[in-house]
């Protein structure tokens, strides 16, 4: 059980750190990992970012995964305070939000 629950952490990590080098690679965005620990609140989503002025809150998931009540409510709680919000997958999920917002990068 241990060994699984590594695996599907080690998969949403890596997830995680390809989309963190995908924002921290485009001009006017920055991105960081929000670190699970005493100091953070259950529920926070996983990457914060702040791109063109816009913020954003990414739970990272892989695929199949679910949300829990608690990060649904966190998230919702965000988007009701204006900050851009999504659960991503992939790289390829954050990047859609990021070219909605105007990047045209690929």
């Known amino acids: 059980m241990a060994q699984v629950r590594a695996q599907k952490a080690q998969r949403e990590v890596s997830i995680q750190s390809a989309i963190l080098r995908y924002l921290n690679s485009i001009p006017g965005c920055r991105a960081r990992n929000n670190h699970g620990g005493p100091y953070s609140g ?4 996983d990457i914060t970012a702040c791109f063109r002025g816009r913020h954003i809150e990414i739970e ?5 995964g ?17 900050a851009v ?22």
Do not use: N, Y
């Open 60 to 64: 990272v998931k892989r695929p199949g």
């Open 42 to 45: 259950a529920g926070t989503p």
């Open 66 to 82: 679910k949300l829990t009540k608690l990060q649904a409510h966190e998230l919702a709680k965000w988007a009701e305070a204006g």
């Open 85 to 106: 919000t999504l659960v991503a997958t992939s790289v390829e999920d954050v990047r859609k939000v990021i070219e909605g917002m105007g990047e045209g990068r690929t």
